[in-house]
């Protein structure tokens, strides 16, 4: 038998560690927290397979479903907000079936700890027609991706792999295994299978009813479905990381875990129902198992007593079952800390300068979204990937050019290669007139700093063309494409105001790297006390190095500061300086 090793693992990298020992070949990914380093812990195997950052999940989709078709194990990774991008694909691909087994990987954030909604991928999989999968830690994390190749070519289905914040966040123990002797299959050329016209998707549409019904009656008997008999006056029917509330809450309770939450095993539901005097349904976000068996006519309690927002807790399973109060004494609460930008972040004098000039701001979904926090205050909106765009482009189109005279739309590179640039080219083809800021700081900052289209890097570390995201702009049509540094305000300040007189589309670029990419010893600035006036000029951009002391002058963090020098170029009576770096 082969040796075997345990190690303490993320619920990310388990299933990376899955996606190794099931003999994945190609692996398709956007950045999005909860989910990033799947794809990062990946690129540690890179010897036996492929992965990349991809512009956005609908590309990644089909990268993977191209690899499938091929005849190759392969994944998609993404969050939930990220599935909706893939939904296309996604849709059509659970029509086609596979070749090789096809896994999209989505992680959901109840509690939106970083995300613009909490919707549940469980109702997104269940229109698609795609079974799910649900681990409720990282051993089943590892484990469960496995299984779900097995079932993905064994039913010819892809499947849907659902965690969560908590569980792509948490570590625990996890057993490795050798990767198994996967072979790829070959391809076979099957028009009516692969190609998605009416006439071959209608009788494919009856074929995945008959896969799913089938799939279905497996469910009843597969070992991820597992009843845990205990006190029958309490049974719960639960997946997921409430699992472990449940067995934390209620450790006498029976408790029918379910592994796979699409399609639902009836069968063995019906059962375990009808084993207990009264039945629970514990599940986060959606009442998506509640539903279900509630239509098969089994009396049952769930979101009578849960909520559908944010996470669940062990203590709010107590208290709505049992009526126990927290065990524990509630922590003091501390004060509230908004999310800010960085000492140093380029964003942050875009957004002085915007203020400024009193303009309104479209935003988009990236690290410059905070510039909707206080102080700064300016963008209005923010919806999802791209959106910035095409929001000022609607609102020219309803209000006329001089409405969005007070407008612009912001919107970060590694958006911008995502989705951004068709709307920018629908703003270039319907005659519109905006002014679009792409705020490059050369990386996906706020996943943690991944690599895209224009940075000159893939994620297997290799040398890749950068795309000019200027020439791009120009080639698409838009005549008026000028480069800026974020830092030099003169100059920014003057452009903004030249290009928002235009009657045709700008684009201005603030290409100025992220403070966070810099290494090594950085300069900072410091305060001459005897000179500051305690004007407050400084202040206005929100900088977190800056404070103000009881005297009302300044002082800068030496530890904080990265030494940008906006305060510097704001202070009117020359009291902050710059110390270069050692």
Same mark, same amino acid.
């Given at each position: 038998m082969a040796k075997t090793k345990k190690v303490i693992m993320l619920g990310n990298?388990?299933?990376?560690? %899955?996606?190794?020992?099931?003999? &994945? =070949? &190609?692996?398709?990914?956007?950045?999005?927290?909860?989910?990033?380093?799947?794809?990062?812990?990946? #690129?540690?195997?890179?010897?036996? *397979?492929? @992965?990349? $950052?991809?512009?956005?999940? =609908?590309?990644?989709?089909?990268?993977?479903? %191209?690899?499938?078709?091929?005849?190759?194990?392969?994944?998609? @990774?993404?969050?939930?907000?990220?599935?909706? &991008?893939?939904?296309?694909?996604?849709?059509?691909?659970?029509?086609?079936? #596979?070749?090789?087994? *096809? !896994?999209?990987?989505?992680?959901?954030?109840?509690?939106?700890?970083?995300?613009?909604?909490?919707?549940?991928?469980?109702?997104?999989? /269940?229109?698609?027609?795609?079974? #799910?999968?649900?681990?409720?830690?990282?051993?089943?994390? =590892?484990?469960?991706?496995? *299984?779900?190749?097995?079932?993905?070519?064994?039913?010819? /289905?892809? !499947?849907?792999? /659902?965690?969560?914040? /908590?569980?792509?966040?948490?570590?625990?123990? #996890?057993?490795? @295994?050798?990767?198994?002797?996967?072979?790829d299959k070959p391809y076979v050329k099957n028009i009516g299978k692969n190609v998605m016209m009416p006439n071959n998707a209608k009788p494919r549409h009856a074929v995945i009813e008959q896969k799913n019904a089938e799939l279905a009656l497996a469910a009843n008997t597969m070992d991820?479905?597992?009843?845990?008999?205990?006190?029958?006056?309490?049974?719960?029917?639960?997946?997921?990381?409430?699992?472990?509330?449940? =067995?934390?809450?209620?450790?006498?309770?029976s408790v029918l875990k379910l592994g796979m939450v699409n399609p639902l095993p009836k069968e063995l539901i019906c059962d375990f129902a009808s084993k207990v005097d009264r039945l629970y349904i514990i599940e986060e976000l959606d009442p998506v198992i509640e539903e279900q068996v509630k239509a098969w006519g089994i009396e049952a309690v769930g979101k009578e007593l849960f909520t559908v927002l944010g996470e669940y807790s062990a203590n709010m399973i107590k208290a709505a079952i049992l009526g126990e109060k927290a065990d524990f004494a509630q922590p003091a609460q501390a004060p509230g800390r908004p999310p800010i930008l960085c000492p140093g972040c380029p964003h942050r004098s875009v957004y002085h300068t915007l203020k400024k000039l009193g303009l309104h701001a479209a935003g988009d979904i990236g690290c410059y979204t905070l510039g909707a926090v206080a102080p700064l205050s300016v963008v209005d909106t923010t919806v999802c990937m791209?959106?910035?765009?095409?929001?000022?482009? %609607?609102?020219?189109?309803?209000?006329?050019?001089?409405?969005?005279?007070? $407008?612009?739309? &912001?919107? %970060?590179?590694?958006?911008?290669?995502h989705t951004g640039v068709n709307s920018l080219i629908n703003m270039v083809y319907n005659n519109a007139s905006g002014t679009v800021i792409i705020m490059d700081n050369s990386t996906t900052g706020m996943t943690g700093h991944q690599d895209h289209a224009a940075t000159g890097k893939t994620l297997m570390g290799d040398a890749a063309y950068a795309i000019d995201i200027p020439t791009l702009c120009r080639a698409i049509g838009v005549k008026n494409v000028i480069s800026v540094n974020a830092f030099d305000l003169e100059l920014l300040e003057k452009t903004i105001k030249e290009e928002q007189q235009k009657d045709e589309v700008s684009v201005i670029i603030t290409k100025t790297p992220c403070v966070l990419l810099t290494k090594g010893r950085k300069p900072f600035c410091v305060v001459d006390t005897e000179k500051c006036k305690g004007c407050g000029l400084c202040l206005k951009p929100g900088c977190p190095a800056i404070t103000k002391q009881a005297d009302g002058k300044v002082m800068i963090d030496d530890t904080m500061c990265t030494g940008c020098g906006l305060c510097a170029k704001l202070c009117k009576s020359g009291a902050i300086r710059l110390v270069k770096e050692g």
């Open positions: 990298e388990a299933i990376a560690r %899955g996606a190794f020992e099931a003999g &994945v =070949k &190609v692996s398709a990914a956007y950045p999005g927290t909860p989910s990033t380093e799947i794809s990062e812990y990946l #690129v540690q195997y890179k010897d036996s *397979l492929y @992965c990349e $950052w991809s512009p956005n999940e =609908k590309v990644a989709a089909e990268v993977a479903l %191209g690899a499938s078709i091929a005849g190759s194990r392969a994944m998609a @990774c993404m969050k939930h907000v990220g599935f909706n &991008v893939a939904a296309d694909p996604a849709y059509s691909i659970s029509y086609i079936g #596979v070749n090789g087994g *096809l !896994v999209f990987m989505v992680a959901d954030d109840p509690g939106l700890y970083s995300s613009q909604n909490e919707q549940d991928t469980r109702m997104v999989a /269940r229109a698609a027609k795609l079974p #799910v999968l649900e681990p409720s830690d990282s051993a089943e994390a =590892k484990e469960y991706t496995k *299984l779900a190749f097995e079932i993905s070519e064994k039913f010819d /289905r892809p !499947v849907v792999l /659902r965690i969560t914040t /908590r569980l792509a966040h948490s570590q625990g123990i #996890v057993e490795l @295994c050798e990767p198994c002797a996967n072979q991820i479905n597992r009843v845990e008999m205990a006190d029958t006056s309490i049974g719960v029917i639960t997946s997921g990381i409430p699992y472990q509330y449940v =067995k934390e809450a209620l450790p006498n309770a791209g959106s910035s765009i095409s929001s000022l482009h %609607g609102m020219e189109k309803a209000k006329g050019k001089d409405f969005i005279k007070n $407008w612009v739309a &912001v919107i %970060g590179d590694s958006t911008f290669m």
